[in-house]
């Protein structure tokens, strides 16, 4: 009779610590499910913000907003504070983006504010107008870059060294070369004409080293075509086109 009365009393107890393991964990749950659902207050870009934006100049281009917490991601920041007071914008920051401290980067020491992201290094190639999109590309923008060479004969798509040759016997071809890159700068060889041409000038882009190395090589062989790119424009990389598939392989 007190075995059984035993294994009763233990039954309860055991249903009780359940019962409250149960309501502990619960409770616990509800915690963290407000917890990730409490607003907190995030810096969001309300304009397009150049790469090179200095943190005091941010001023007019951010907002704050109210997000849940769950959603924002670490190290968004709130605030444009000392943290960061010293410090730009690394790239381009599109309109709506949360701000974090990753995209800003020390300013580099180079004329005209330009800023060299992390790892890149900065190179100029100099362009007619009709070589960056009759001059609509400026500081910040996004390009691809084409390059138009005299094909080796018998290699193909392989450039041949000597530039880009115009005699007829020789095979041309028009690849892109690089897919995205940022622009740093562009500076004026010569001011417009009263005619409105528009004249020279030097681009300067951020590369890594090997896309550096290909942006000069094909400046040496052949010629450029700096091409703008919208927020939702495609490329991709292929065979290209050349004199005998221009219109139809």
């Known amino acids: 009779m ?4 035993f294994v009763i009393i233990l ?3 055991l249903a009780l610590c359940g019962s409250a393991g149960v309501f502990l964990y619960v409770r616990g749950a509800d915690t963290r499910a407000i917890a990730g659902q409490q607003a907190v207050t995030v810096l969001v870009a309300k304009d397009r913000i150049p790469a090179g934006t200095s943190a005091d100049s941010l001023k007019d281009l951010v907002e704050q907003q109210q997000m849940p917490k769950s959603s924002v991601p670490e190290n968004t920041m709130s605030e ?3 943290s960061v007071a010293e410090l730009v914008t690394s790239s381009e920051i599109p309109e709506g983006q949360l701000l974090t401290r990753a ?3 020390e300013q580099a020491s180079l004329a005209k504010g330009i800023s060299i992201p992390d790892g890149m290094i900065a190179v100029t190639v100099p362009t007619e107008a009709w070589q ?3 001059g609509l590309i400026q500081k910040g923008s996004k390009v691809a870059v084409f390059d138009t060479f005299t094909v080796m004969d018998g290699k193909g798509n392989t450039p041949a060294g000597d530039g880009l040759s115009k005699q007829y016997e020789r095979n041309q071809s028009t690849r892109l070369l690089l897919a995205s890159l940022e622009v740093l700068s562009v500076v004026d060889e010569k001011k417009a004409a009263e005619d409105g041409d528009v004249g020279k ?3 300067t882009v951020a590369v890594k080293q ?3 190395e290909k942006l000069i090589h094909g400046q040496q062989t052949g010629t450029l075509y700096f091409a703008l790119l919208g927020g939702k424009s495609e490329i991709a990389p292929g065979t290209g086109v050349d004199n005998r598939t221009l219109f139809g392989s």
């Open 2 to 5: 007190k075995n059984r009365a």
């Open 11 to 13: 039954a309860v107890v």
């Open 80 to 82: 444009v504070d000392s």
């Open 103 to 105: 995209l800003f980067t």
């Open 132 to 134: 960056r999109a009759g």
């Open 201 to 203: 000038a030097i681009v």
């Open 210 to 212: 090997a896309d550096a």
